[in-house]
């Protein structure tokens, strides 16, 4: 039988390091009682991979050991989790392994699913498609911007939830700006292919893209999506929504973001949903059958936006509602919905978007965030990487 532990975390990426970073920080009581599982060697900052797409930053920045980042006191399982048994209190793994605990958290992430677009597995990283969705990719996408002379640029966004809402259109910005720069401008075409409705879900950032939209003469389409690409033709095909009627698109450059989807391993268990994501209380974050059960993060169905900010605010609520329930106490600690999504509209400008369930701004700088400002971007370039390695990570923000 596997080692007992109090506090067992589902996931290594931003949420699960972040929770047990809080945990140890706030009692060495925990130490050596929680346990993180995570399989991969690598952990990721990615909200730098569209700037590492834009030719700003280094792919190399991105990325640390998984070992490097595991908060001490805290064991690593390296392996792969394929099922839950929460009437047990049991974790089941691929290596054969049962971890039993008394408190679950899961912070498991969001699967990209590559093969849900036809034919984007086959040219993904040639003929001019991209994504900054995944570290093997993302310097391509700046080989592809740098060396465009003419044609269709297309950006896409899915019909899925997707982490990060703002990356597939922040690269769009850029893009169009270094078009600028190298003079190929005017023998572009910047198209927008979005499943959603809107630039933005919240109007007063929705009004103010509106407009960065119209200055840079980028021509959106939404209620579409991409079904399929035909690298070789230089073809994406695109689906309305709305009619079903499919539309055939040339292009010399298509950035992609792929359709994602709530790990299968949480899907198809009994702590999921219908949809297939963790079923959490939205205010508490504690499961809503099983109350030693904890989620968060972009494996949870939270109503707002899949972002490591988000995360920030979650972190905390999940520790001390846990601390609480051990010492059988009302989970007094809430959660509002709050994410962030800096959204990058060129290389020296950056709308910092904060809102909270309700779509309302909840800004944190003392003016008004829908403007453009350099010196928010450069508050993501160099600032928040920082905070994430230095801060979030260490349990300390």
Sequence with gaps: MSKHYQVLIVGGGTAGITVAAQLLHYSKHFKHKIA????????????????????????????RSMESVIPEGADWIQEKVISFDPKNNNVYTKEGNHIPYDYLVVAAGIDINWQAIKGLPETLG???????????????????????????????????????GGAPQKIMYLAEESFQKTGVR???????????????????YRNALEK??????????????????????????????????????????????PPMQAPSFIKDSPIADDGGWVN??????????????FGIGDCSNLPTSKTGAAIRKQAPVVVQNIISSIKEKPLAATYDGYSSCPLVTGYNSL???????????????????????????????????????????KGIM
């Design 280 to 293: 959490v209380h939205p205010y508490t974050l504690q499961h809503t059958q099983y109350a030693n059960i």
């Design 212 to 257: 960065v939209i119209d200055r840079k003469q980028i021509q959106p389409h939404f209620r579409h999506h991409l079904i399929e690409v035909r690298g070789e033709e230089k073809v994406a095909i695109f689906e309305s929504l709305e009619t079903g009627e499919q539309q055939n698109v040339s292009f010399s450059m298509l950035h992609v973001t």
């Design 186 to 204: 005017d023998k572009a075409n910047v198209l927008f292919y979005s499943a959603n409705p809107a630039i933005f879900d919240v109007k007063k």
């Design 126 to 164: 040639k003929n001019g498609v991209c994504s900054n969705y995944a570290f093997e990719h993302a310097p391509y996408t700046w080989e592809v911007i740098r060396n465009f002379t003419s044609g269709n640029a297309i950006f896409t966004h899915p019909n899925s939830p997707v982490k990060c």
């Design 351 to 393: 709308i910092l978007a904060e809102f909270d369930y309700n779509k309302n701004p909840q800004e944190s700088m003392p003016f008004n965030q829908a403007v453009e400002r350099k010196s928010m971007y450069l508050f993501k370039k160099d600032f928040l990487p920082i905070m994430y390695w230095d801060g979030m990570l």
């Design 36 to 63: 993180i599982i995570e399989p991969a060697e690598e952990h990721y900052y990615q909200p730098l991979w569209t700037l590492v797409g834009a030719g700003v930053s280094k792919i190399e920045a991105t990325k």
